[in-house]
Structures are given as structure tokens and as C-alpha cells.
């Protein structure tokens, strides 16, 4: 070591001396046992000349919020002025945070402070050493790093011990030997995957490797715990300062209700008078100033760039844009590329690059296990289905191992044994899967069989099969990814939301019980928000359905008509004998009632209601129409009918809505029927009401803003489907809703006016059918598929309610009982405008029933449901109610940025419903 050479010499820290002799005694470093440590309390206060002569160790001082995830070790050499020798005094500082990249780069500067940080691509060189740093272990009780030169001489450690503080020791690991020591980093780092340790495997082997469970990252982000600093999970800061429960992180003020926003790395809370601040200018999004630089906490990745309300209060549009910008975008907030796994091998800066910059990537990236297969660019998590088709052959990942999803189907593809579920798509499109085949799909759904050569067809090419692979919540090729592929967007110009960006779509559950409107509903979506809301085949027989329709409600009428007939003949039967009786005289026995009609309307009479007992009335479809068309005007005219008609609320089986049709009868009984939207939507039987129905459409944007708002202009480009389903179609304990854990709500429809109606229910009792709607609403929110979704329920009927509920008492319900509402002498009804501010009786009855269910809602989830009073069959009332839907869907991709707490206040009883 030479002791005097002023500039250059200050570099030859661990460079063999090989000068002439020296006269001089040289310091040494002396091995420090782990149990005789001498401790420096403050570096700064140990003055320079004790230093030097003492081996001293500097304290470790660990972050109260030691995480240990990233090594970042910072060496500075006390004595800058004197010559380095092994017995400087080197000042320690340990600082935790998120990678877990374990190599350490080193640098000497030329003040003669030495530091090293953690090198992103793990390629540390201690250039000015000429040799290189490793961290050879790290344990719960210390970590060592280890330097050794270009020949691979070790030349000293560093062993950072629990306690706080470090050892120096250049001899002791000068006699290790290299080779074990690589021996042991391969140990800790395998090339396997992002494995899901639990924190003591953490605390007992670092450098960690970052634990996520596969099946809860989900989870993670809504569950990651504020105060959770001993978590395993990516790093969180702790935060500054902290108030009192619910206030403001910086003036201490407000309660849980005041709106805060959150930073995004420690989770302080600020106000809107403090947020600016606390925050400042925002380069990396929002995070308090101290947090600039730190990674995100990785559960809130889900709400980056999605700006809150109190953000666009506070700032300009193009300010937020910028902010929203910068937080997506700036290094600081990426994602850690080795927190993917793709096929068991942690990713690469370049590998994650790859893939979240190719045509069509995975949404929603976030750290996980992951399989994909490069041939037809199926992608899904370790152990699971599919869930998205990605662009195919990227280089990203290692090989797709035959287990990757878990199947147990014995067919393959592409070298993954397929789950059950892709299985029975591939049965449903057509495909031959016996004889446990291995296929070999393209990314275009091609497939053929291996070994052989001819296409055997194409797994996406039938219209149904995307139907089903909806039903079944599989992915199918997006519409993005064609071969041509679209050029990557450039890095900095995407600025839109993630969901837009990727074309994902929002899924929406609608269901309920028979007759609950879910239908008129779905069709109403389809009807104001699809420019073709109807295919001309789906006109041709729609139209053939409601012809069909037509005619049983004739039928009904025509056997209501016969019953008319009969009662009335029986009647005037008795009068006349009561006549004989009084005047002795026989009469005249007169056989025609009002009800009474002529032969040939008798005769199609009888044949029509035979024909529908015998229950042949479709199968003689269009032929009957050409045929009995002329009559069928002759028949609506006729006086008997005319006065059955008026009589037909005594007919039970005659649905409310025949009355739109008998009166459009002649008409649409025609050959040359047209039918209209409204026909449509209020036919019966044309949504199937087994299986499942699914539309997808946008909000239009509006046109009567002058000014389009940027948020109108997202809203208008977001898709949504909304998948309606029979309660009949869930089968037998709705087993078939786990197929749905991908929607983003349950839309939960119940008809108003259930609740003087009976019904069969599944044991042959007959029961309420509000109390029906009740225990299937019961079973679909407490079903774990839906666990943390979002509720919205629609109390459907609202208009026939508001006349029902004059005439029969709501406490005809035996849920309803207690409802005794107390009504003002000059409450208005329901067909008068409300011109005092007292509430209809319709009103307060419908209030009390949506309070009813978010009682038991908040009973069985704890959290809030949304309400809505719904008129199906006006355009206007579905539509605030599905942009209702879109709201609480907005609401809930801020909702991290909010704690849950703060949004309890909404869920104040009835406070939600909307109109
Ligand atoms: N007056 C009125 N009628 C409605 C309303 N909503 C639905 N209906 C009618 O109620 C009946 C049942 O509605 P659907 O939409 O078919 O109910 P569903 O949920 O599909 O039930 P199923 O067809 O039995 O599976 C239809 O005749 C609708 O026209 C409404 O808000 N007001
Ligand atoms: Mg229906």
C-alpha cells in the first residue's frame, strides 16, 4: 500500500503494494468478532484523528422501514485527506428499497469517498478497483459484500450485521475461496421464478426474492395495509408524519370524510389545501416531495394515471394530463422487470420492454407468474386459464412448461395441457378432442394436429365460439392483433387511460329473476346505444317470434272470450228463469251474449286454441300468417272481442304487454310486417332466456355540450358488455358464476312489483316473489366470484309500481311489514306533478324497498350498494341508470386513491339512488 501518494494513491485502496520497503509500521486490519464490535455512536462527532486510530465501526442506521428488497449501500471514507488504508473508518449507510437485485456497483470517488449502489443491469464494477463487489450473503443476522480484484482475489468483506452495525474484514474472507463464493450466489439466485415466500423465508435468506402470491395480487391491490411495515410486499414508505386517525398528513385537519389524495409510495393522506405543497410540482406523480424517487407502493399501480376529482379541481387540464403522464411514465415508477415471471424466468429490463411495448400486451401488467405460450400468444397466470391473447413470439421468458395453466384435460396445446374450461370451448367450436390430441394453434386460431400438416380449421373462425369463449371468460384474439400489427405507440404519446389503450372492455353482469326485466333492459342497451342495434337476420325472426307472440295472445283472448261467453250466458240463463218463475210465462231462450261471435270467426277460433294446446302454434309459422291474416282484422273488430279486450285484466295468463300488440295486431299479422324498435323491446321470447346474451357498446358522447369534455370524449371510447343472464341459466347453485370473475358489476335486476306475486320456488313451495328475488339476490352477492365487486340494484317496473301500491298494500310482503309510511292528507299521487315537497306514496314505498336491500346488502358484504329506480320501458330511465353503472365503475378505479373509510359517507342508507 503506498501511504503517500497524494492524488493517484488515494485509488489503490485494494492494489497489492509492491514499492520498496517500508520503515514504518502499517496499520492492520483487525478481524472484528460479531460478539466485540466497537460502536461509533455518531460518525460526524468522532473526531478524525480517533478515527484513524482505532478501527472504528460506524452504526448501521436502518430505516424504521427497513425493507429488504434492494441493497443500496453507501461507503464513505471518513479520513478523504489521508491515505486509505484497511483500518479507515468507513461510514455506513444502508437504505432499503425495491429491487431485489443483489449485485453492487462500486465507485471511488475522487474525494476519496467510496460508494456503491445497486447497478440495475447487476454488471457492478469497482472500475477504479479494478475488481468487483457481489454481496455474497445476506442473512437475518448480516449481509456481506464482499470486493475481490480482476484476478479474483477476494480483498475484502463487509459484513453488515442486524444490530445496526457492520464489520470490516479483509483478512477473514481473504482466504475464500471465489468459487464457493459463486457457489453460494447461484444459490440465492435461482433462475426459477418470483416465488411466493412468506416473510420469514424473506427475513431468513437475502437478498429476498420478491414473494407475490399468484392467486392474490388482486387482492394486492386493494389489501396492501397502510401500516403493514413488516410485509414481504414490495417497498412502502412509511410516511413522514401522521395525524390522527383520518386527518390531513400535513395540517392535521379534517376527518376520514374530507377527500384527501394519497401518495402513491408511503400513503400519506393530504387535504386539498395541502396537497400542492406537500406534493409540489409532481415530476413523478403524486408523491409527497420526500418520496420522490422511491418506487410506488406496487398495489396502487392499478390507479396510476388515473387522476382524482380533488386533482382536477385543484389543477388545469393540461397540468393533470402532465402529472398523469409523468406518474405512468417516469423510470421511477415501472414496473421492476424481474417482479414479472413468464414461464419460470424472471424478466429482463429488455424482456419487460418487449413486452409492454408490443402491439398488444398484457393489461394491467402487475407483478406475478405468468405463462405464455409464443405460438399463438396465449398468456395467463401461472396455474390458470388463459386470459389474454398477447402478440405472439416475443422473445420474453423461457420455454412454456406442459403444467404452466394447471390442465388436467390431456389435450395440449402448443405443449401446455389445457384447463377444463378451454377444453369445453374447444368442444363447443367444433374441435375433436378425443384421443387426448396435442395441438398445435397459430396465432390466427389455426390449428392442426402435430406431426401432421393440413390445417384442420380455425378455433375462432365461427361467430358462436366468441360467444362462448365470452360465456366462458376466455380470451379471444383481439381485434388489434392481425398479422400486420400496429406499430407501437411511441412510449411518450400515450397518455390515455390503460383500459382505453388496450381496447379493454368492461364487463357487466346483468340478472335476476324471471320476469324481472332484465331483457327489456339488455335490449334497451342495444336499442339506444348500437347504431344497428338489430341484424336484419335477427329482424327476420324477431319478427316471426312476435308474429308467434301475437297469435297466443289472441288465443288467450279467445279462450278468455269463451269464459266471458259462458259466464254471461249462465247469468242471463238464471235471469230468465227467474222471469219464468215471476211471470209463469216461458220466454223465448235467447243464446247471444255480448261475448257471442259468428261461425267462421268461431271456427278459427277453435282451431287456434287447439292448435295452441296442442302446442304447435310455432311449428305452423309463416304459413298460418299468410293464411289467417284477413281474418285476424275481421277478429279485432269484432264486438265480442272488443269487449273481451276491455275486460282483459281479468285474464291472468295475458301479459301486460299484449295490450302493445293486440292493438297492433292486424298490423303485424301481415306478411308485409315491418317491425319497429319498440316492438322489439317489448316483445317477450327475444332475448334467450337460458343461455346468455351479450352486447357491447360505448356511451355516445353528447352532443349538446358546446364544449366536449376531455372525460365525455374517454367516456365515448370506452367499451363496456353487457352480459345478460337468466337466473335459470346459472344452473343449479349458480355454479356457472365463477365464469364471470372477470366483469367489473353485478347489475341486479328485481321487479317492483313482485310483491303481492307468488311463485314456485325450487322445493315446489309457493312463495313471495319478492322474498325469490331476495334469496337470489342473497346467493349472487355472497357468491365468492363476486367478492369486492361493485352492486348495482335496479328496482325495475318503477311505473306499474307507482299504480300498484295504490290499490295493494306493500306490506303484502311479509319482508315489507313494517312499512307504515306516514302520508300527508295533500300527498300528491302518482299520476299528478308534485307540486308540495311531499314524497308519492310510490316514492316512499320504492325508498323503503331500496333501503331494505342495502341493509342486507352491508349485512352480508359490509360495503355499500348502489340503487337505481328503473322504468325499463322508457329509453331515457335505462340510459341514467347504465351511466349510473359507468360512474360507480369510474368511481371504483379512483377508489384506491381514497381510503375505504372515506367513502362510507355514501353509503348512508338510501342516499344513493338514482332516477
Ligand atoms: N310496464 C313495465 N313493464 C316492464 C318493465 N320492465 C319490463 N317490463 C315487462 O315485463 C315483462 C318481463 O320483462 P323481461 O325483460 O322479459 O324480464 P326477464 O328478466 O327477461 O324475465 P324472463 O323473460 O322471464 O326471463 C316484459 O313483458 C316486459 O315488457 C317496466 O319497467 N315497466
Ligand atoms: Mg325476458
Not at 409532481?282 to 407502493?297: A, L, S, Y
Not at 299479422?669 to 351479450?694: F, H, Q, W
Not at 352480459?723 to 355454479?735: D, P, T
Not at 335496479?794 to 319482508?815: A, G, M, R, S
Request: glycine share 6%.
Amino acid at each position: 500500500m503506498s501511504p503517500a501518494a497524494p492524488n493517484a494513491a488515494e485509488y489503490s485502496f485494494a492494489v497489492e503494494y509492491d514499492g520498496p520497503p517500508l520503515t514504518c509500521d502499517l496499520p492492520r486490519a483487525v478481524p472484528i468478532s460479531v460478539d466485540n464490535i466497537p460502536v461509533a455512536a455518531v460518525v460526524s462527532q468522532v473526531p478524525l484523528s480517533d478515527a484513524l486510530s482505532l478501527p472504528v465501526v460506524q452504526p448501521l442506521l436502518l430505516p424504521q422501514h427497513h425493507q429488504p428488497l434492494r441493497t443500496e449501500a453507501r461507503v464513505s471514507k471518513i479520513a478523504s485527506e489521508t491515505t486509505v488504508s484497511p483500518t479507515s473508518v468507513i461510514a455506513f449507510e444502508h437504505r432499503a428499497s425495491q429491487s431485489n437485485v443483489g449485485e453492487l456497483s462500486g465507485e471511488l470517488s475522487s474525494s476519496g469517498a467510496f460508494e456503491f449502489s445497486t447497478g440495475n443491469d447487476g454488471s457492478g464494477e469497482l472500475s477504479d478497483l479494478g475488481g468487483s463487489s457481489r454481496v455474497l450473503e445476506e442473512t437475518r443476522s448480516s449481509s456481506t459484500v464482499e470486493f475481490w480484484d480482476k484476478s479474483g482475489r477476494s480483498s475484502g468483506a463487509l459484513r453488515v450485521l442486524e444490530d445496526g452495525k457492520e464489520s470490516l474484514d479483509f483478512n477473514e474472507l481473504n482466504q475464500q475461496d471465489w468459487a464457493s463464493t459463486e457457489s453460494v450466489l447461484s444459490l440465492e439466485y435461482p433462475s426459477t421464478r418470483v416465488s411466493s415466500l412468506k416473510a420469514e423465508d424473506i427475513d431468513a435468506k437475502r437478498p429476498p426474492i420478491v414473494t407475490f402470491d399468484v392467486d392474490t395480487d388482486d387482492a394486492l391491490d386493494e389489501e396492501f395495509d397502510v401500516d403493514d411495515t413488516v410485509s414481504n410486499k414490495p417497498v412502502k414508505r412509511a410516511p413522514l408524519t401522521k395525524g390522527k386517525k383520518g386527518s390531513c398528513y400535513r395540517c392535521f385537519k379534517g376527518s376520514r370524510f374530507t377527500e384527501k389524495e394519497v401518495c402513491l409510495v408511503c400513503d400519506a393522506k393530504y387535504c386539498g389545501n395541502c396537497v400542492l405543497r406537500a406534493m409540489g410540482s409532481m415530476p413523478e406523480g403524486r408523491k409527497c416531495v420526500t418520496c420522490i424517487g422511491f418506487p410506488i407502493d406496487e398495489a396502487k399501480r392499478g390507479s396510476l394515471g388515473k387522476f382524482s376529482r380533488m386533482l382536477k379541481r385543484l389543477l388545469n387540464d393540461l397540468e393533470v394530463r402532465q402529472i398523469m403522464k409523468a406518474e405512468r411514465f417516469c423510470e421511477a415508477n415501472q414496473l421492476p422487470p424481474e417482479y414479472v415471471c413468464v414461464n419460470g424466468h424472471p424478466l429482463s429490463y429488455e424482456e419487460l420492454v418487449t413486452l409492454q411495448n408490443c402491439p398488444n400486451p398484457p393489461k394491467k401488467l402487475k407483478p406475478g407468474n405468468y405463462w405464455y405460450d409464443k405460438v399463438s400468444g396465449l398468456w395467463g397466470k401461472e396455474g390458470q386459464k388463459p386470459s389474454q391473447i398477447i402478440s405472439p413470439h416475443l422473445n420474453v421468458g423461457g420455454p412454456i412448461q406442459p403444467d404452466a395453466s394447471n390442465g388436467n384435460t390431456q389435450v395440449f396445446i402448443n405443449g401446455r395441457e389445457i384447463t377444463k374450461v378451454e377444453l369445453r370451448m374447444l368442444q363447443l367450436a367444433g374441435v375433436q378432442c378425443a384421443g387426448n390430441p396435442h395441438f398445435w394453434v397459430n396465432e390466427d386460431g389455426s390449428y392442426q394436429e402435430e406431426g401432421q400438416k393440413n390445417t384442420r380449421g380455425y378455433i375462432w373462425g365461427k361467430a358462436g365460439t366468441k360467444l362462448v369463449c365470452a360465456f366462458l371468460s376466455l380470451p379471444v384474439p383481439s381485434k388489434s392483433s392481425n398479422s400486420l400489427g400496429e406499430q407501437p405507440s411511441s412510449l411518450a404519446s400515450r397518455t390515455m387511460p390503460d383500459y382505453l389503450e388496450h381496447g379493454i372492455v368492461q364487463k357487466l353482469l346483468l340478472v335476476g329473476c324471471s320476469g324481472s326485466g332484465t331483457s327489456t333492459i339488455f335490449k334497451q342497451a342495444k336499442i339506444l346505444y348500437k347504431s344497428v342495434p338489430f341484424s336484419e337476420d335477427e329482424h327476420e325472426n324477431i319478427k316471426l317470434i312476435i308474429q308467434s307472440n301475437v297469435y297466443a295472445y289472441l288465443g288467450m283472448l279467445l279462450e278468455g272470450r269463451e269464459r266471458f261467453e259462458e259466464e254471461s250466458l249462465g247469468d242471463l240463463k238464471k235471469r230468465q228463469s227467474s222471469v219464468q218463475d215471476t211471470t209463469g210465462t216461458s220466454p223465448r231462450l235467447d243464446e247471444k251474449t255480448v261475448y257471442s261471435i259468428g261461425p267462421r270467426l268461431k271456427a278459427f277460433s277453435d282451431w287456434l286454441l287447439k292448435t295452441m294446446v296442442l302446442g304447435k302454434l310455432d311449428a305452423i309459422f309463416p304459413a298460418a300468417t299468410r293464411e289467417y291474416a284477413p281474418l285476424i282484422e275481421e277478429l279485432w273488430n269484432d264486438a265480442a272481442i272488443k269487449a273481451t279486450y276491455e275486460r282483459r285484466s281479468e285474464l291472468e295468463m295475458l301479459p301486460s304487454v299484449a295490450g302493445y300488440f293486440l292493438e297492433r295486431a292486424v298490423k303485424i299479422l301481415r306478411t308485409d310486417y315491418e317491425l319497429s324498435d319498440l316492438d322489439i323491446l317489448y316483445a317477450e321470447g327475444v332475448t334467450s332466456s337460458n343461455g346468455v346474451a351479450c352486447v357491447e357498446f360505448s356511451f355516445p358522447q353528447s352532443v349538446s355540450e358546446e364544449t366536449v369534455d376531455t372525460t365525455d370524449r374517454y367516456d365515448s371510447l370506452v367499451r363496456y358488455q353487457l352480459i345478460r343472464v337468466h337466473a335459470r341459466g346459472l344452473g343449479e347453485n349458480c355454479k356457472w358464476l365463477e365464469m364471470f370473475e372477470d366483469v367489473e358489476m353485478v347489475i341486479f335486476c328485481v321487479s317492483l312489483t313482485d310483491y303481492d306475486q307468488f311463485s314456485v320456488d325450487g322445493n315446489g313451495c309457493l312463495t313471495n316473489k319478492m322474498v325469490l328475488s331476495r334469496k337470489f339476490f342473497e346467493t349472487i352477492v355472497t357468491h365468492p366470484t363476486f367478492e369486492q365487486m361493485d352492486f348495482l340494484l335496479i328496482l325495475n317496473k318503477y311505473d306499474l309500481f307507482e299504480e300498484k301500491i295504490e290499490q295493494v298494500p306493500l306490506t303484502e310482503c311479509e319482508w315489507f311489514s313494517d312499512f307504515h309510511p306516514i302520508i300527508s292528507c295533500n300527498r300528491p299521487n302518482s299520476n299528478s306533478n308534485s307540486i308540495n315537497n311531499n314524497p308519492s306514496l310510490g316514492q316512499l314505498a320504492s325508498h323503503y324497498v331500496a333501503v331494505k336491500f342495502k341493509r342486507l346488502y352491508s349485512s352480508l358484504t359490509g360495503r355499500k350498494l348502489y340503487v337505481s329506480l328503473v322504468k325499463g320501458l322508457e329509453p331515457g330511465s335505462v340510459d341514467s341508470s347504465l351511466k349510473y353503472a359507468k360512474e360507480i365503475l369510474k368511481w371504483s378505479e379512483e377508489r384506491p386513491n381514497f381510503s375505504l373509510s372515506e367513502y362510507s359517507m355514501y353509503s348512508t342508507e338510501a342516499s344513493s339512488c338514482s332516477h
